[in-house]
Nanobody, 119 residues
Framework: QVQLVESGGGLVQAGDSLRLSCAASGRTFSSYAMGWFRQAPGKEREFVAASAWGTYYADSVKGRFTISRDNAKNTVYLQMNSLKPEDTAVYYC???????????????WGQGTQVTVSS
């Protein structure tokens, strides 16, 4: 099965930027829809962004986050600008057959990377 590994999280101040990376092992990486989800303590996992035939964003991150992918490197990125304390969560990379805002429709998941934004 496909293996996904996230990196790039850390502790930053409000207004700062981070770029998360997700490296995939699959040789057919370009055929997958890729998504980013996040989960804060005590809350359910929520959709952040996805890249399929187009790009899709949650309302809470539109204009601040950008998803991109480099198929040659089997890597998907999440550029996060103007970070807010409410962005604090564990961020997960996911792969599936098609785009969805539901985490239940993705087949493969990374281990997650922590993003903490202080006020």
């Amino acid at each position: 099965q496909v293996q996904l590994v996230e990196s790039g999280g850390g502790l930053v101040q409000a207004g700062d930027s981070l770029r998360l990376s997700c490296a995939a092992s699959g040789r057919t990486f370009s055929s997958y829809a890729m998504g980013w989800f996040r989960q804060a303590p005590g809350k359910e996992r929520e959709f952040v962004a996805a890249s399929a035939w187009g790009t899709y964003y949650a309302d809470s991150v539109k204009g601040r986050f950008t998803i991109s992918r480099d198929n040659a490197k089997n890597t998907v990125y999440l550029q996060m600008n103007s970070l807010k304390p409410e962005d604090t969560a564990v961020y997960y990379c996911a792969a599936g057959n098609s785009y969805s805002v539901s985490y239940r429709n993705y087949d493969y998941w990374g281990q997650g990377t922590q993003v903490t934004v202080s006020s």
